[in-house]
């Protein structure tokens, strides 16, 4: 059966044999031959976002909940340059995207034209890799081939431009099986040699401490699951990056929480008196290591890791695992069990004792209050509120971002969507959109700032178009609450335009969105103004007014190690080191 | 504790354990072999920009036209955790087939080809053909007032080639960068 189409049904007909139900995008004049045949077909549903950069977080979000790539669809110029943020948003998070751009006719490129722009060009470094197609022949292949990339190794965006002529010509559909194999192939399986160096270490170990991110998330469930056994089984503590929450569960006995520059005391104290570091899928990023000259003196760092460039990029390690998690963790685990489950424990039990020193700081301390919600307050009623049931949160960028990732509790992976390495505000809000369409009867909570949250709110007239119930959980300071912090702290107080003046009503917004809205001031009405929110049937703000000059502690001023900490004034006063209180 | 790692326990050749906190600057020699695709170019040069890398020659030219692939040899400077980077972050461009660092992988040759413009008459041109016959440059252009010398050979000898020719009119030059491969089979 001869297979001859337009470039066009072609890219629909690819796309439905990688699997791929949901596309998020926007229609422009280089991409209608697309949109013609997304018309005229109904496997791949499209949602209709509000703006390009909204397209590529929703498809982030449908990604990291899914653990499936994310489909983007964009026209040419801008429709391209506004996908630039969120590509690269998902370049630093590792987050597999297929972003489908359209491009002027390949007789008109280079001329300026309408619409035109070097998508190829400008998205070079903000895409694991990108291609021009310029001819029909060629098309099938190079998306088929860009799903390869974007999920094989670590995970990334890629982009296919695709000039509108080369849409509308005629070639033969190839499938993804009758393409030849693709000579990007990263290796997987770890050298058996170096794990069973590590699992040495590890029954020596006095003061062990594994330290996880978001590799393992990106391995799939089956390294989460490994991970548990592994760290339940050796009695290790273990604590995570941001992108790594959800992996180890927070109520599991291990559990330290969050490190970094707002993580948990007792988790960076752990980190810095540690004799044995084992990172796995996590890149030593400068909000986790602080000074990198004191980061962590004593120990002896074992990294796992697919991606070789993040081995001894910032921390030399001793013991270097280049390798898929799951894998290694998989190997770990066997040789650990076949050398006979040893663990130093008597020196583990001592380490247990010290760590359990510092959790007696309490370092999430804070005065609450009768006449105002404290922040950390709504987000400990929200957790209160919410945690049995089937939910996924996703945040913006901000204090709010971080006491989110202090106050809630993850018990499994794909459940947190968050701009990590970019810290992109405007991401929450689309990102919880895209969750919604992947889990249309989930909870989808988006953890918002008054500020953060305006960066991408015209993406609620997509989430009422589609009828995804998203709740936003608008924490509103009135402030941009972090720039205000670093003022405070670090700035003689000089708050440099850091206040969020003439704000919009957000309940009235919400209505002229065609949704629900809700404001909340006193305390006493917190838990029924989230469980009006939970409950209502469709999307929702909740504008809760919280504290205006609450500072997110603990903190580690960028630039000092981990050693270093600022508490809040409530936190238990320290034993045991020279932390400033 | 005492951590044993016998050297080249993980067999990948980016992890060779020498002195991380070596602050001194080496100069490599690298051969990237990539797929003759557009736009790869770019890629290799976007990532010494991007990442603030440095680039002291590069070239570049298809080697085997039917296999699509291309060489591009790239001589870079940096401490030794810089070079293991670029190495790294080289081998991460989907693209990139192969990633050489022909400094530390064992001998190789370098050669680069220069053309030197040098003007004079009487006794200057006759001491520059002198010293173009001792580098065995060859004379690949004359008029009555310059010569255009070719001269191959590793970027020293370029150097001093140039040095010499410089009390004696040397006007104007232009380098290809060097091209290498291993030594031996």
């Known amino acids: 059966m001869s297979r001859k189409m337009t470039g066009a049904k072609m890219i629909v007909e690819a796309l439905k044999d990688q699997g791929v139900d949901t596309v998020f995008g926007y229609p422009g004049g280089a991409v209608l031959p697309i949109y013609d045949e997304i018309f005229q077909q109904n496997d791949i549903k499209h949602i209709l976002v509000r703006h390009e950069q909204g397209a590529v977080h929703m498809a982030e979000g449908y990604a990291r909940s899914t653990g499936k790539p994310g489909v983007v669809l964009v026209t040419s110029g801008p429709g391209a340059t506004n996908a630039v943020t969120g590509l690269t948003d998902a ?107 590590l699992v ?16 393992v998330i990106n391995s799939g469930p089956a390294a989460s699951q490994l ?104 190997d770990m685990l066997k040789i ?157 107080e000089r708050y440099s335009q850091s206040w969020s003046d003439s704000l919009p009503d957000f309940v009235k917004l919400a209505e002229a969105f065609g949704c629900k809205g809700r404001q909340v001031s006193d305390p006493a009405e917190l838990d029924d103004a989230i469980r009006e929110m939970i409950e209502y049937d469709g999307p929702f703000i909740l504008d809760v007014l919280v504290e205006k000059h609450e500072n997110c502690f603990p903190m580690i001023p960028s630039g000092k190690p981990h050693n270093e900490m600022l508490l809040s004034p409530e936190a238990g006063a320290f034993t045991g080191g020279g932390a400033l209180v | 504790m005492v951590l044993n790692i016998k050297q080249g326990a993980s067999s990948h050749s980016a992890y060779d354990l020498r002195d991380p906190n ?55 400077r940096g401490t030794p955790s810089v070079i293991e980077q670029i190495k790294a972050q080289l081998g991460r461009i989907v693209p990139v087939h192969d990633v050489h660092d022909l400094t530390a992988e064992g001998p190789s040759v370098e050669r680069e080809l220069g053309l030197f413009k040098v003007g004079g008459t009487g006794e200057h041109r006759v001491e520059a053909l002198r010293i173009a016959e001792i580098f065995r440059a060859n004379v690949v252009d004359s008029t009555l007032k310059s010569f255009v010398f070719e001269i191959t050979g590793t970027p020293e000898k370029l150097d001093a080639f140039a040095d010499l020719m410089r009390p004696l009119g040397l006007s104007d030059q232009a380098r290809t960068g060097v091209a290498a491969l291993a030594r031996g089979a």
């Open chain 2, 22 to 76: 070596a602050q001194i600057e080496e100069r490599h020699t690298l051969a990237v072999l990539v797929e003759n695709e557009p736009g790869v170019l770019a890629r290799v040069i976007g990532l010494f920009s991007g990442r603030g890398y440095n680039i002291d020659s590069l070239t570049v030219a298809e080697t085997d036209h039917e296999g699509h692939r291309s060489r591009i040899t790239i001589v870079t």
């Open chain 1, 227 to 330: 991970l548990r056994e592994i760290v339940d089984a050796t009695g290790f503590p273990i604590t995570s990056t941001l992108m790594g929450l959800g992996a180890y569960p927070a109520s599991g006995k291990n559990w330290l929480g969050m490190l970094g520059m707002h993580g948990m005391y007792e988790a960076n104290l752990a980190m810095h008196g540690c004799d044995l570091m084992i990172a796995v899928g996590a890149r030593f990023d400068d909000r986790i290591t602080g000074r990198v000259a004191d980061f962590s003196p004593g120990s002896i760092k074992v990294q796992i890791d697919i991606d070789p460039s993040s081995i001894n990029k910032v921390i030399h390690v001793d013991l270097p695992i280049q390798a898929d998690v799951g894998h290694v963790l998989e």
């Open chain 1, 336 to 492: 650990w069990k076949s050398r006979g489950r040893k663990t130093n424990s008597a020196a583990v039990q001592k380490w247990w004792a010290q760590i359990e020193q510092w959790k007696a700081t309490n370092c999430l301390a804070y005065t609450n209050s009768d006449t105002i919600i404290k922040p950390q307050h709504a987000l400990q009623r929200l957790e209160a509120l919410t945690k049995d049931r089937d939910r996924y949160i996703a945040t913006e960028v901000g204090q709010h971002q971080m006491w989110a990732a202090q106050f809630l509790h993850f018990e499994d992976p794909n459940r947190w969507m968050t701009s990590g390495g970019l810290g992109t505000m405007g991401y929450g809000l689309p990102a919880s959109v895209g969750v919604q369409v992947a889990h249309p009867d989930a909870l989808v909570i988006n953890v918002a700032g008054d500020a953060s949250w305006l960066m991408n709110m015209q993406e609620m007239g997509t989430a009422v178009q589609f009828r995804a119930p998203v709740k936003q959980f608008i924490l509103n300071n009135e402030r941009l609450g972090m720039v205000r912090q670093w003022q405070q702290l670090l700035h003689g």
């Open chain 1, 91 to 197: 370049l630093l998070d590792s987050i597999p995207l297929i972003v489908l751009s359209g491009q002027v006719p390949t007789f008109l490129v280079g001329t300026d034209g309408f619409q035109e722009a070097d998508t190829v060009g400008i998205t070079r470094p903000c895409t694991k890799h990108n291609w021009l197609v310029k001819d029909t022949e060629k098309l099938a292949q190079t998306i088929h081939q860009a799903f390869h990339v974007a999920t094989t190794g670590r995970p990334g965006p890629v982009l296919v431009d695709i000039p509108k002529d080369v849409q509308f010509a005629e070639a033969e559909y190839v499938g993804p099986k009758q393409i030849p194999a693709s000579p990007y192939q990263p290796k997987k399986k770890g050298d058996l040699d170096a794990i069973t160096q």
């Open chain 1, 200 to 215: 040495e270490l590890m029954e020596r170990a006095e003061r062990p401490i594994f330290y996880t991110g978001g590799g």
